[in-house]
Nanobody
Framework: QVQLVESGGGSVLTGGSLRISCVVSGVEYSASRFCVGWFRQAPGKEHEEVASLNAAAVPKYADSVAGRFTISEENPNANAKNTLYLQMDSLQPEDTGTYYC?????????????????WGKGTLVTVAS
């Protein structure tokens, strides 16, 4: 099992910045065997993948946040515990939502993941205009 706990959400004005964090832990967890990612859910909108790191720590971003958000992890070689970050700059009202971090086991012989198996409970980000 892998546990994920998000923190750092809050309210910010349009154009502002916020960094949210996620502690990833568990006996099974290893940064080289898991992908990690940030997702968000806004009222009335579909669940959206915002940013992710594959098991080789290669980042990927949704078009809506590319150039404004940065995903990172504290230790790309971590075992059992790590911290995932999402630095969000130039925030817009449409970035408002609950942000979730997730972890998924990579495919054998690959750095990518087909699915996310473990999820946190989320942290709320509100961007006021």
């Amino acid at each position: 099992q892998v546990q994920l706990v998000e923190s750092g959400g809050g309210s910010v004005l349009t154009g502002g910045s916020l960094r949210i964090s996620c502690v990833v832990s568990g006996v099974e967890y290893s940064a080289s065997r898991f992908c990690v990612g940030w997702f968000r859910q806004a009222p009335g909108k579909e669940h959206e993948e915002v940013a992710s790191l594959n098991a080789a720590a290669v980042p990927k971003y949704a078009d809506s946040v590319a150039g404004r958000f940065t995903i990172s992890e504290e230790n790309p070689n971590a075992n059992a515990k790590n911290t995932l970050y999402l630095q969000m700059d130039s925030l817009q009202p449409e970035d408002t939502g609950t942000y979730y971090c997730a972890a998924g086991r990579r495919r054998p012989m690959s750095w990518v993941c087909d699915d996310y198996n473990f999820w946190g409970k989320g942290t709320l980000v509100t961007v006021a205009s």
